[in-house]
């Protein structure tokens, strides 16, 4: 079973960048499509970004085209979302999700990250 581990969140001033990693620790991170989500206080968990197992296709929620990028190294078993040009409506807790198809939608993924605090201060 797939545990997946969210890192690299934080506190960042508007116009900086981060970069979320996840990790999954049973090493089978290379079969499913991977994708981040995110929430807002009070609202459901939104699209970010998703990318193949291959790494071969990526789709990311229109907010955040242009400014993120979804990567992965399946020999590490991680996925990277490298966020530049942070706007303070970026701050959410950011969720790391594997799936067997993909998609935008949070049933087509399987399993999910505890999630990593993301703060953009104006």
């Known amino acids: 079973q797939v545990q997946l581990v969210e890192s690299g969140g934080g506190l960042v001033q508007a116009g900086g960048s981060l970069r979320l990693s996840c990790v999954d620790s049973?090493?089978?991170?290379?079969?499913?499509?991977m994708g981040w989500f995110r929430q807002f206080p009070g609202y459901e968990r939104e699209f970010v970004a998703s990318i193949t197992w291959s790494g071969g296709r990526t789709a990311y929620a229109d907010s955040v085209k242009g400014r993120f990028t979804i990567s992965r190294d399946n020999a590490k078993n991680t996925v990277h979302l490298q966020m530049n040009s942070l706007k303070s409506e970026d701050t959410a807790i950011y969720y790391c999700?594997?799936?067997?198809?993909?998609?935008?939608?949070?049933?087509?993924?399987?399993?999910w990250g505890q999630g990593t605090q993301v703060t953009v201060s104006s």
């Open positions: 049973r090493r089978t991170l290379s079969t499913y499509v």
């Open positions: 999700a594997a799936g067997g198809y993909g998609g935008v939608e949070l049933v087509d993924y399987d399993y």
